[in-house]
């Protein structure tokens, strides 16, 4: 976003930047003089006030915790379980999924609980006062205005899923051949496409949109008939990995060797007695081996008495 304006007093000048179109995140705000040499700048979150957050309500089930009693709740058709040790504290009220997207993702210093500026009854003020203390690093103005712009490592992919192929008849590439194609989607329905192969017997698809399984089917636009066996497809995914060079995200935890003498958490113990528990009670399960009865239609007797 642009917006030019000539004046020659700044101290009583206004300008309205409209947010109409913008969605909550960091914005950085620039003044330019006439020579484009930067006056003032700084960072603000827009319409901090008005977070656009969707999150579900979780239920809170109360169990009967007495031997033989019998708990009831009804499931719907989508639902969530989330388990929790009410003793173990939570990683997410330092810095949870909002904090990472609007906050830590783009500053680098280190901030003390990011997570407290998107909570509920949250202090849109304190967070204003964190963003005037911070600078942007994604970019500089100076490289930008001369033709110096950041490197663009991981560009956007509009092409979906795609595909290349290669047409073979009898071994040898399928040059300028015209193929029929048929796509069996659920959902979707079934749609037919006529493609034509390159000099090298190859085609891509791009663009395809479509979840678990898809059904192809291909036939060569040929009016001699041939054997199934002298005319081949291969299909390859097109996608390129790239490596991932920086640094790891830091981690409150350190790895070090264990001593002898120390001593295990208390969570760590309730696992360790959950699992002998666990292996004492498969211990003392008996399986019964699975019992044959064989009956006969006449009387054993009977046979006796007519020998």
Known sequence: MFIKHNSKNYRINHILTPTDNLINGILQLTV???KENIIAQRLCFVQPELLKIQRPVLQEISLNKKPRELNSFNITNNYTVLVQDPEIKSSEEENNLLSRLWLTGDITSNIIKPAQYFIKNHNSEALDALLISEKWKRFDWKNIISGIYPVIKYPADSSYITYKAKVMINNQPAVNASLSLIFDIPEFGSKFYEIQTDENGNFTLSGMIFEDNMKLSYQLNKEQKMDKRDFQVFFQPNYAFIPYK??????????????????????????????????FISEKITDIEEVKIKTSKSDKLKILEKN
Do not use: G, H
């Not at 003498?261 to 760590?268: F, G, K, N, R, V």
């Open 32 to 34: 330019f003089d006439d």
């Open 246 to 279: 920086n640094n790891l995200p830091k981690s409150k935890f350190n790895l070090t060797k264990r001593l002898s003498e120390d001593a295990l958490s208390p969570e760590e113990i309730r696992s360790i007695a959950t699992k002998n528990t666990q292996k």
